[in-house]
């Protein structure tokens, strides 16, 4: 079991920056593959970035460039980098930690934060 708290989110002028952060409760957090998704209203939830346990690195397209997503296994925390941030990034951005153990996967998400750019 895995609980995760985003952080971070707020309103941003057009080309600000912000950094959100994820911070993980429970065990072996190095073993689960983690990302970002964000959903803005009236939109389904799409991947923004995803980091493995093993180090493989993935962006949607229109974030690659802009964003960056690390972790720090030591203290179990994930980031989201956000630079050269758009109106079109406006969305309520998740947390988001998989694994597959025995054959099932399991994911767990956050409570979101929201990503406001506007002038």
């Known amino acids: 079991q895995v609980r995760l708290v985003e952080s971070g989110g707020g309103l941003v002028q057009p080309g600000g920056s912000l950094r959100l952060s994820c911070a993980a409760s429970?065990?072996?957090?190095?073993?689960?593959?983690m990302a970002w998704y964000r959903q803005a209203p009236g939109k389904q939830r799409e991947l923004v970035a995803g980091l493995t346990s093993g180090g493989v690195i993935n962006y949607v397209d229109s974030v690659k460039g802009r964003f960056t997503i690390s972790r720090d296994n030591a203290k179990n925390l994930v980031y989201l980098q956000m630079n050269s941030l758009k109106p079109e990034d406006t969305a309520v951005y998740y947390c988001n930690a998989h694994v597959v153990i025995v054959g099932a996967p399991y994911d767990y998400w956050g409570q979101g934060t929201q990503v406001t750019v506007s002038s």
């Open positions: 429970g065990r072996s957090f190095g073993i689960y593959d």
